[in-house]
Structure formats: structure tokens, C-alpha cells
């Protein structure tokens, strides 16, 4: 779907350049956005390789159990079918601690874990049905509350902002906004006992 929506944009977008003859403008913003989208890609590199191998430390290190432990009372009451010592549930806090340290595409990696652990320990489910507690991993992972917005701070500085740390409070209210709307709209349509 994501392809015909960003086909359908280019496709707009060339049509108006033609008939504002716009299309030298339209080619040379084409050009330097591609060489602006490498260098953000090089500068964002080094930030999620230092996330990811901190993260895998913490696993590997047992402090990825530790943050399970620490965050199992909170999140034993959004996923009460999952076994607070199975793989699932440590998963589901390593992905929670890279989503509080704000480390964006670090964390998708432990989130892809996550659910395929959450689908393994489910396995009574039947194929493609979405659980209650996949529902909750899937918002408390999208919408996720960051304490500090690493990723974010990092595009600012890369892109010459000079104030990046503005963006921390209005970050924290929309995340909280918008995550407890969501597990409220999972506990409407995902009532005790029942499976879609």
C-alpha cells in the first residue's frame, strides 16, 4: 500500500512541476534531497550501531533481565497471559527499555523478537489472529513513551538545529496522550476472555 501512496506522490508531483514548468527546480531538488537523505543515513549509522550493540550487551550481560524485573509490575498488567519468566515477557521489557531510552530503530529489532515470542508462547492461537497481547505489544511499541528521544535529538543536531533538546516535553505529553488512548481502545475491543 506504502508503494502506491509514494508512487502516487511522485507521479502528482512531477504532473504539477510540468504544468508550472517547474522541472528544473523539481530535478535539482530531487538531486540535492537524495544526497541529503545519504548523508542523514551515514550520520544516523553510527548512533544505532553504538544502540544496538548496548542493548545486546544488556541481554547478554543479564541487565536485560534486571529491566524485567523492574518493569514486570507494570507490564504483567497489560500482558496477563505471558509467563513473567519466558522469553516473551524479557523480550517484550528489552524492546519497552530501548523504546524509554528513545532508540527508534535500535528498538525494532528487540520488537520483532518480541512478537515472535508473544506468537510462540500463544501457540494455541489459531494462524494470523491477533491476541490481545499482540495488540497491546504492537501500540506499546508504536506509540511508544520515550524519556529521552536519542534518535530524534540525533536528527535535529544532523539537520543543524541548535536547541534539540526542545523537543523533550512536548514528546513525553503527546507519547502519554497517545498511549494511553491506545491501551484504553485495546481494553474496549479486547474485554477479558475473548480473542478477535
Known amino acids: 500500500m506504502m508503494n502506491y501512496i509514494w508512487a502516487g506522490m511522485i507521479i502528482i508531483s512531477i504532473i504539477c512541476a510540468v504544468f508550472q514548468n517547474n522541472t528544473s527546480q ?11 537523505a545519504v548523508e542523514l543515513v551515514i550520520s544516523m549509522t553510527g548512533a544505532v550501531c553504538l544502540w544496538s550493540g548496548i542493548m545486546e550487551i544488556a541481554e547478554k550481560s543479564g541487565a536485560a533481565k534486571a529491566a524485567a524485573k523492574l518493569l514486570s509490575p ?21 524492546n519497552v527499555t ?3 531510552l528513545g532508540l527508534g530503530n535500535a528498538a525494532t529489532p528487540l520488537g520483532i ?17 491477533a491476541t490481545k497481547s499482540t495488540a497491546a505489544f504492537m501500540i506499546l511499541n508504536t506509540a511508544s513513551f ?3 528521544p536519542t534518535m530524534i535529538i540525533s536528527v535535529l543536531l544532523s539537520a543543524g538545529c541548535s536547541r534539540p533538546n526542545d523537543i523533550i516535553v512536548p514528546i513525553w505529553i503527546s507519547s502519554i496522550v497517545g498511549l494511553s488512548a ?7 475491543f479486547y474485554p477479558k476472555k475473548r480473542k478477535l
Not at 491506545?182 to 474496549?188: T, W
Open 113 to 129: 523478537k518480541a512478537m515472535q515470542e508473544i506468537v510462540k508462547e500463544e501457540s494455541a492461537v489459531p494462524p494470523h489472529t
Open 182 to 188: 491506545a491501551l484504553c481502545a485495546v481494553n474496549i
Open 26 to 36: 523539481l530535478s535539482s531538488s530531487i538531486l540535492s534531497s537524495a544526497g541529503e
Open 146 to 148: 520515550q524519556l529521552m
Open 74 to 94: 507494570v507490564l504483567s498488567k497489560l500482558f496477563p497471559n505471558l509467563d513473567k519468566n519466558g522469553k516473551a515477557f524479557t523480550a517484550i521489557c528489552s
Open 98 to 100: 530501548a523504546n524509554l
